[in-house]
């Protein structure tokens, strides 16, 4: 993974979107975790994306993207479950309905790990961090798919 390409990828999202980004390293003994918080807001929503890569001395580096979202249009009381092994709707009994199937491979696209919606919160956790303009663009795309479905 080329680090400065990463470093870029968040700056210029954040620039393009005027989002706030804070950016914070700390030097553990055998690791270095690099952090990322960016808060994207919209009419519709309000997005913290907050990525973190560990690079150790060994070469093992761990990374992962969370993303909370907090819909601040109208009150819902739907809930939606899902992780790498499937969907879980509490609405839908297990059975994808069309909607619920396109938010699921958009999921997957991603490399989400867990979605969890709780009626006007949504968090969302991706295997990795991200580091393309276009994966924050999927990201988004996820999101208002996931607010039409509220």
Known sequence: ????????????????????????????????????????????????????LWKSQQGYNKDTTNISTKFIDKKSEQTLDMNNSGIRSLFARNKFKGTEKDIYQNFKNIGGKKLKLNGNNLEIELDKIISEKSEFEQVNELITLIKNYR
């Open 1 to 52: 993974m080329n680090w400065n390409k990463l470093d870029n990828c968040w700056k210029e999202f954040a620039k393009n979107r005027n989002a706030e980004l804070e950016y914070s390293e700390r030097n553990l003994f055998h690791a270095i975790k690099c952090e990322y918080e960016l808060i994207q807001m919209s009419e519709f929503w309000k997005t913290k994306f907050i990525g973190v």
